[in-house]
């Protein structure tokens, strides 16, 4: 942050994530939320999407995004579930959670501190799966296809790892 969002003089940081202004305003930069879910089918088969869009273009992620203003992660998960491929809560079982990390976002040359939380879910039915957004494709993969280096975000890994766990138990 450079600029003051209140009065729009320059910026010092104070210390880690608190930055102060001439004029005495304070503002916290606090890791952004964002809510991710893997969701698998009844082969075990888990649901990756293709990311359309940079930062990491071409490579694999789960299914979500940043967390709308005052948004939960679960209403944010729900929101992006359908925005991205076209699933609505109706289409997979409750989301179990899986882990928080922390991870980076690179956006306009700027580096955004996220707060991942991550879910796993089951398919229910046979829901068609429509990749929109910033989806370039979406695609069920049996777990042991799925290339773990090939996860662009390091938390969104990290929780992929831990669903492989699970899974292959």
């Avoid at 005052?70 to 079982?93: C, F, I, M, N, Q």
Wanted: aromatic content about 10%.
């Amino acid at each position: 942050m450079n600029f003051c969002r209140r009065c729009g003089s320059p910026f010092t940081r104070t210390e880690g994530h608190v930055y102060t202004c001439a004029n005495g305003h304070t503002i916290f930069g606090n890791a952004a939320p964002a809510s991710c879910l893997w969701v698998v089918n009844d082969k075990n088969e888990v649901l990756v999407a293709v990311r359309e869009r940079d930062p990491g273009i071409g490579l694999l992620d789960a299914p979500g995004g940043f967390n709308d203003g005052a948004e939960t992660s679960e209403h944010g998960l729900a929101r992006e579930l359908e925005e991205e491929v076209g699933l609505k809560p109706s289409d997979y079982t409750e989301p179990q959670f899986l882990l928080t990390a922390l991870d980076a976002y690179e956006y306009a040359g700027e580096k955004i501190d996220v707060l991942s939380n991550t879910y796993w879910a089951r398919l229910v039915g046979s829901p068609t799966i429509t990749p929109q957004d910033d989806v370039a494709e979406a695609t069920f993969m049996a777990i042991e296809d799925i290339d773990p280096s090939n996860i662009y975000f390091d938390a969104v890994r990290e929780s992929f790892l831990k669903l492989r766990d699970i899974l292959t138990k």
